[in-house]
């Protein structure tokens, strides 16, 4: 393919773009311009998209067919919009009344998808008419009736067909709201692909920007000189491989000697080696975890633990998991006995009992503790090499020396580039000690060691401003931003549903965004459980609890929309810690309707436990809730079918976070239990309008991705359906991944669907 050239140049700032609207587009950013004019209140924007959203948000009491002319309309070919039916099915914005034509189906440009809330946007109860009005009240659990619903239209297979190639095309498309899942983007390899701004669709025929799935920080080796050659150390390009030098590696191996007694043949790998995986740490697992500054990383200035927790999670990548292995029992017992000897006598030396820099000693907690997380990342996920049983007493290490450190401690800024990334690094590094907690929670049910409720710190700042290569870029990032909510007032204002805590948090950075996700997963946990005591009668969450954690994570949706830096795709080069958190978001839905954290089971690390723990121990009651977080499930698989599952296993799901897989498993067995109660012979009550239409979706994708089986195949019985799509799910991780616990998820998949088949 022939890469368009970019022939459109910035007379502000000299970039080049290859489409017109594009340096049109960036031009704004500079003029401020705001051209989209609201025709009901005075407020102006500089995208259509957010104009559309501003519409759909604040003028959405509109009267019933009274639609917005504010903003162009888009055209569209009249087609069958399969996900605009979904949605007004399973949420709170009803479909036309009536279904005259194909045309009456496209929604208007300001629509969107919604998780489904029962409450309007300004946090207000949403009156709904009830069901009486048709016919006799429905059973309980049906308590949040659709209304303006059309009679029932089965997929055919050009329908079908024609959702599929809807999928990418809501006005935001990087959007958790209208797409609770991963969108995957067009492969167009075209390196040339703007991310500055946030795409707004112009008409259907659009391509995503993609960036390319080539490796982000290019394909230059390290140069291979003799062992002995010592090369002069110079600043690096971030997106350059690291050069260990060989001085580094000497001090290295001298600083080894001083760990005889802990490391009596200690590994030494080459400066090649240690090159080559610590380049693979900073490409493929740092961006998931981004404590690094990588502008002014410099290995030869890092402390020995640190460089081989680096390289041993690197090696990972590099798929030497004998070199990882050897590397990991080396940074651990070197940090281990740096902690008994250096940093458990508090403030006082041991060797000569005098008081100890507290820079130098932050430093040298804070570093510490990074070696420690990347421990954690070795062994967390694997059964035996090294054993993950080491992960959950290392971890306590970890919380100690946060602790003894100060958990919500930050060193002084005196203004400067340098002293920021000091502070923001720590900042950094203790909020994504916070979340490892919460994800080893999620893995094995057990109790986080740091609770959201301790943390005051402010939430990490932007990716632009983290990456910026300069203290003059760094200046000119910072100016345009509007500096960190503190987490506890970012909670606190996706709870209180008021107009002034709306305005107080906008938006946060995709690291913030992680953050605050992963607090209200915690704050999710922590009630299930304390619901199971008994004064509660083991009773589940109750209706008004998880309404207003829907509306919190409906907040968090739109603020995760406000930030240009946001994508669900993967290869953004901003990171792809965004993608992750739209993940955690359906696990947060998902665990509003069903409490999975005891019943997965995954510290067994057996398939066969888990899946039976799984079939057992969990059980769903059809609502309208549960048929809402059945859509986000279906959804989320639906992308990888439009791809190919297979060629998505092999070529991309290995480079994500194993946070994806995690929330795969729940996507798939809640799907899977709502197909076994949804298609048993006459259930009771009747199937309603929303589950009708999300049943035949998953049919109609069913036979999409399945060579060669028919829509009565598949209802034969209520269990095939149900365990076919499992398999579908398990085939995402069943390849050769890199870490164990991602192919023990997808072989307890294909044990769960074992057991449904045998129960049929």
């Given at each position: 393919m022939v890469r368009p050239s970019k022939q459109y140049q910035c007379q502000r700032c000299s970039r080049t773009f290859a489409r017109?609207?594009?340096?049109?587009?960036?031009?704004?950013?500079?003029?401020?311009?705001k051209p989209y004019l609201c025709t009901q209140c005075p407020k102006a924007f500089t995208r259509k998209d957010l104009l559309a959203r501003h519409e759909r948000l604040a003028h959405n009491d509109a009267a019933p067919g009274q639609g917005s002319t504010s903003s162009p309309s888009v055209a569209s070919p009249q087609v069958f919009d399969g996900l605009n039916v979904l949605a007004s099915a399973v949420t709170d914005h009803p479909a036309p009344a009536t279904i005259p034509g194909p045309q009456s189906l496209l929604p208007a440009p300001h629509e969107s998808f919604t998780p489904g809330l029962a409450a309007s946007t300004q946090g207000h109860p949403i009156a709904t008419p009830s069901l009486s009005a048709q016919g006799p009240p429905g059973p309980a659990g049906f308590n949040e009736p659709f209304v303006g619903y059309g009679p029932a239209t089965s997929y055919d297979g050009d329908d079908f067909t024609t959702f599929l190639d809807s999928i990418p095309l809501p006005s935001h498309p990087y959007s958790p709201t209208y797409q609770p899942l991963p969108l995957f983007p067009g492969f167009h390899f075209d390196s040339a692909s703007e991310y500055s701004q946030p795409v707004a669709k112009a008409s259907n025929d659009v391509t995503t920007p993609s960036s390319s799935i080539l490796p982000?920080?290019?394909t230059q080796l390290p140069s291979l000189q003799p062992e002995g050659a010592h090369t002069p150390y110079k600043a690096r390009d971030p997106s350059a491989p690291i050069s260990v030098t060989a001085q580094c590696r000497d001090r290295l191996i001298a600083e080894l000697s001083s760990y005889s007694n802990v490391v009596p043949e200690p590994y030494t790998p080459s400066r090649h080696a240690l090159s080559r995986c610590i380049s693979a740490y900073m490409t493929n697992f740092h961006c998931h975890y981004p404590f690094m500054h990588p502008p002014t990383l410099d290995v030869d200035s890092l402390p020995l633990h640190l460089i081989f927790g680096m390289a041993s999670v690197g090696a990972q990548y590099c798929r030497e998991p004998d070199t990882s292995m050897s590397l990991y029992k080396v940074a651990k017992a070197v940090t281990l006995e740096h902690i008994r000897r250096d940093l458990q006598?508090?403030?006082?030396?041991?060797?000569?009992?005098?008081?100890?820099?507290?820079?130098?000693?932050?430093?040298?907690?804070?570093?510490?503790?990074?070696?420690?997380?990347?421990?954690?990342s070795v062994s967390c996920w694997s059964e035996r090499d090294p054993p993950h049983h080491e992960a959950l007493y290392?971890?306590?290490?970890?919380?100690?020396?946060?602790r003894q450190g100060g958990l919500n401690d930050l060193p002084a800024q005196d203004g400067s580039w340098e002293s920021w990334i000091r502070y923001e690094r720590i900042k950094r590094t203790k909020l994504i000690v916070f979340c490892f907690f919460s994800v080893q929670t999620i893995v094995f049910d057990i109790p986080p060691l740091i609770l959201t409720e301790e943390l005051t710190l402010d939430l990490p700042c932007t990716e632009r401003e983290w990456t910026a290569t300069s203290a003059s870029q760094w200046l000119e990032e910072r100016s345009q931003s509007r500096g960190e909510p503190k987490l506890q007032d970012a909670l606190n204002s996706l709870f209180t549903h008021t107009g002034a805590a709306k305005s107080s948090l906008e938006s946060f950075s995709s690291l913030g965004g992680y953050v605050l996700i992963h607090a209200m997963i915690q704050n999710i946990w922590v009630i299930q459980k304390a619901s199971r005591l008994p004064v509660t009668n083991g009773s589940f969450l109750s209706p008004s609890v998880i309404t207003s954690l829907e509306q919190a994570l409906e907040l968090w949706c739109q603020c995760w929309e406000h930030n240009q830096e946001s994508s669900i795709d993967p290869f953004n080069p901003h990171g792809p810690v965004s993608f992750t958190s739209t993940a955690l978001l359906r696990l947060a839905y998902i665990r509003l309707n069903a409490d999975f954290s005891s019943a997965r089971r995954l510290d067994t690390w057996n398939p066969d436990v888990i899946a039976r723990s799984l079939k057992n121990n969990l059980s769903v009651q059809r609502s309208d809730?549960?048929?809402?977080?059945?859509?986000?499930c279906a959804h989320a698989?639906?992308?990888p079918i439009k791809l190919g599952i297979n060629y998505v296993a092999r070529t991309l799901v290995v480079s994500w976070s194993n946070q994806y897989a995690l929330c795969s498993l729940?996507?798939?067995?809640?799907?899977?239990?709502?197909?076994?109660?949804?298609t048993i012979p006459n259930p009771e009550p009747a199937l309603t309008e929303q589950e009708h239409k999300l049943l035949e979706f998953v049919?109609?994708?069913?036979?999409?991705?399945?060579?060669?089986?028919s829509r009565e195949w598949l209802l034969a019985n209520n269990t095939r359906l149900s365990a076919t799509v499992t398999r579908l799910w398990a085939r995402l991780f069943t390849a050769d991944y890199i870490w164990q616990l991602v192919n023990l998820i997808g072989s307890s998949l294909n044990r769960y669907a074992d057991i449904i088949e045998s129960d049929g």
């Amino acid at each position: 393919m022939v890469r368009p050239s970019k022939q459109y140049q910035c007379q502000r700032c000299s970039r080049t773009f290859a489409r017109l609207e594009h340096l049109q587009r960036h031009d704004r950013s500079h003029t401020k311009e705001k051209p989209y004019l609201c025709t009901q209140c005075p407020k102006a924007f500089t995208r259509k998209d957010l104009l559309a959203r501003h519409e759909r948000l604040a003028h959405n009491d509109a009267a019933p067919g009274q639609g917005s002319t504010s903003s162009p309309s888009v055209a569209s070919p009249q087609v069958f919009d399969g996900l605009n039916v979904l949605a007004s099915a399973v949420t709170d914005h009803p479909a036309p009344a009536t279904i005259p034509g194909p045309q009456s189906l496209l929604p208007a440009p300001h629509e969107s998808f919604t998780p489904g809330l029962a409450a309007s946007t300004q946090g207000h109860p949403i009156a709904t008419p009830s069901l009486s009005a048709q016919g006799p009240p429905g059973p309980a659990g049906f308590n949040e009736p659709f209304v303006g619903y059309g009679p029932a239209t089965s997929y055919d297979g050009d329908d079908f067909t024609t959702f599929l190639d809807s999928i990418p095309l809501p006005s935001h498309p990087y959007s958790p709201t209208y797409q609770p899942l991963p969108l995957f983007p067009g492969f167009h390899f075209d390196s040339a692909s703007e991310y500055s701004q946030p795409v707004a669709k112009a008409s259907n025929d659009v391509t995503t920007p993609s960036s390319s799935i080539l490796p982000r920080h290019g394909t230059q080796l390290p140069s291979l000189q003799p062992e002995g050659a010592h090369t002069p150390y110079k600043a690096r390009d971030p997106s350059a491989p690291i050069s260990v030098t060989a001085q580094c590696r000497d001090r290295l191996i001298a600083e080894l000697s001083s760990y005889s007694n802990v490391v009596p043949e200690p590994y030494t790998p080459s400066r090649h080696a240690l090159s080559r995986c610590i380049s693979a740490y900073m490409t493929n697992f740092h961006c998931h975890y981004p404590f690094m500054h990588p502008p002014t990383l410099d290995v030869d200035s890092l402390p020995l633990h640190l460089i081989f927790g680096m390289a041993s999670v690197g090696a990972q990548y590099c798929r030497e998991p004998d070199t990882s292995m050897s590397l990991y029992k080396v940074a651990k017992a070197v940090t281990l006995e740096h902690i008994r000897r250096d940093l458990q006598w508090g403030c006082l030396s041991p060797e000569t009992e005098g008081p100890v820099d507290p820079v130098s000693r932050g430093q040298d907690i804070i570093e510490t503790v990074q070696a420690l997380v990347l421990l954690i990342s070795v062994s967390c996920w694997s059964e035996r090499d090294p054993p993950h049983h080491e992960a959950l007493y290392i971890r306590s290490f970890m919380e100690t020396l946060l602790r003894q450190g100060g958990l919500n401690d930050l060193p002084a800024q005196d203004g400067s580039w340098e002293s920021w990334i000091r502070y923001e690094r720590i900042k950094r590094t203790k909020l994504i000690v916070f979340c490892f907690f919460s994800v080893q929670t999620i893995v094995f049910d057990i109790p986080p060691l740091i609770l959201t409720e301790e943390l005051t710190l402010d939430l990490p700042c932007t990716e632009r401003e983290w990456t910026a290569t300069s203290a003059s870029q760094w200046l000119e990032e910072r100016s345009q931003s509007r500096g960190e909510p503190k987490l506890q007032d970012a909670l606190n204002s996706l709870f209180t549903h008021t107009g002034a805590a709306k305005s107080s948090l906008e938006s946060f950075s995709s690291l913030g965004g992680y953050v605050l996700i992963h607090a209200m997963i915690q704050n999710i946990w922590v009630i299930q459980k304390a619901s199971r005591l008994p004064v509660t009668n083991g009773s589940f969450l109750s209706p008004s609890v998880i309404t207003s954690l829907e509306q919190a994570l409906e907040l968090w949706c739109q603020c995760w929309e406000h930030n240009q830096e946001s994508s669900i795709d993967p290869f953004n080069p901003h990171g792809p810690v965004s993608f992750t958190s739209t993940a955690l978001l359906r696990l947060a839905y998902i665990r509003l309707n069903a409490d999975f954290s005891s019943a997965r089971r995954l510290d067994t690390w057996n398939p066969d436990v888990i899946a039976r723990s799984l079939k057992n121990n969990l059980s769903v009651q059809r609502s309208d809730r549960l048929t809402r977080a059945a859509l986000h499930c279906a959804h989320a698989l639906s992308t990888p079918i439009k791809l190919g599952i297979n060629y998505v296993a092999r070529t991309l799901v290995v480079s994500w976070s194993n946070q994806y897989a995690l929330c795969s498993l729940e996507c798939a067995v809640l799907l899977a239990k709502w197909l076994e109660v949804a298609t048993i012979p006459n259930p009771e009550p009747a199937l309603t309008e929303q589950e009708h239409k999300l049943l035949e979706f998953v049919l109609e994708m069913v036979m999409e991705a399945q060579h060669g089986v028919s829509r009565e195949w598949l209802l034969a019985n209520n269990t095939r359906l149900s365990a076919t799509v499992t398999r579908l799910w398990a085939r995402l991780f069943t390849a050769d991944y890199i870490w164990q616990l991602v192919n023990l998820i997808g072989s307890s998949l294909n044990r769960y669907a074992d057991i449904i088949e045998s129960d049929g």
